[in-house]
């Protein structure tokens, strides 16, 4: 498994699994990223509730591809990562 400290893609529409956080209750989270800022990244579960993550408080699989990011790395606004 690849970590990456900086992930310039969009990650709105990705399928994602909480691995590790601050707050213990967020581990294992998974669903489909919905909505993105700078500092929060909102996640809708299979039960069609959305919550509200910070970025700088998790780190996170994406499922498709397996690759962890550290939610503090992407701590921008997405345009501001795309561009690089």
Aim: net charge positive.
């Amino acid at each position: 498994m690849q970590t990456k400290n900086i992930f310039p893609y969009g990650l709105i529409g990705k399928k994602i699994k909480v691995i590790d956080a601050y707050n213990k209750s967020n581990v294992s989270i998974q669903g489909k990223i919905v909505d993105e800022t700078k500092s929060t990244i909102k996640l809708e579960q299979g039960n069609g509730k959305v919550i509200t993550l910070l970025k700088g408080e998790i780190k996170f699989k994406l499922i498709e591809t397996g690759t962890i990011i550290i939610g503090e790395s992407i701590k921008k606004r997405p345009e501001e990562r795309v561009k690089g």
